[in-house]
């Protein structure tokens, strides 16, 4: 079961949300962002987000793969890369147990930041079609669909474009 279709599922307190650390990915954590990817993004699409993938853009200097952790444990991640005009969100996921405590919008607002101190002003992304609570979250942080991609995953299930101007 993808993690979007549970969200609602029953969650764990967090008592205090400053406990979670963002840290830069290093390449022993290749494996586990690619499982969190496998098991909360690409469940039904096949692995295609690998632990060579994943070290692939840990190693690239026009990428970020971000790690979020409670008590050194991995609870979300994001991979984002970077050129001189746009920033692209690949992967972004937190644990159904983390989720709507605000994870992945310090995520965000992480790679939002280093995008604006790169000079970076526009961000896009896509998301399955269907994941509405994915859609909203993207919304409610400002960001505007652009369209519709058929076919944008594994050929049988679309996207949908989004994007946001920082510097607007």
Not at 21 to 47: H, N, P, Y
Not at 99 to 122: F, H, K, N, Y
């Amino acid at each position: 079961m993808c993690s979007y279709e549970y969200t609602l599922a029953k969650t764990y307190e967090l008592k205090d949300l400053r406990t979670i650390d963002f840290k830069l990915a290093q390449i022993a954590d290749a494996l586990t962002v690619s499982t969190m990817s496998r098991d909360l993004i690409e469940c039904g699409l096949g692995w295609s987000w690998t632990p060579s993938r994943i070290t692939r853009h840990i190693q690239d200097s026009n990428a970020v793969v971000l790690l979020a952790t409670v008590a050194a444990q991995p609870i979300g991640f994001a991979v984002m890369s970077y050129d001189d005009a746009e920033a692209h969100l690949k992967l972004l996921a937190v644990k159904p147990a983390y989720q709507r405590r605000g994870v992945g919008r310090r995520l965000i607002g992480w790679l939002e930041d280093s995008a604006l101190v790169a000079g970076t002003p526009m961000i896009y992304l896509e998301l399955r079609a269907n994941n509405k609570h994915a859609l909203w979250f993207y919304e409610k942080l400002g960001y505007r669909k652009i369209g519709v991609v058929a076919g944008y995953y594994c050929a049988h299930e679309s996207a949908i474009r989004m994007g946001r101007d920082l510097w607007s």
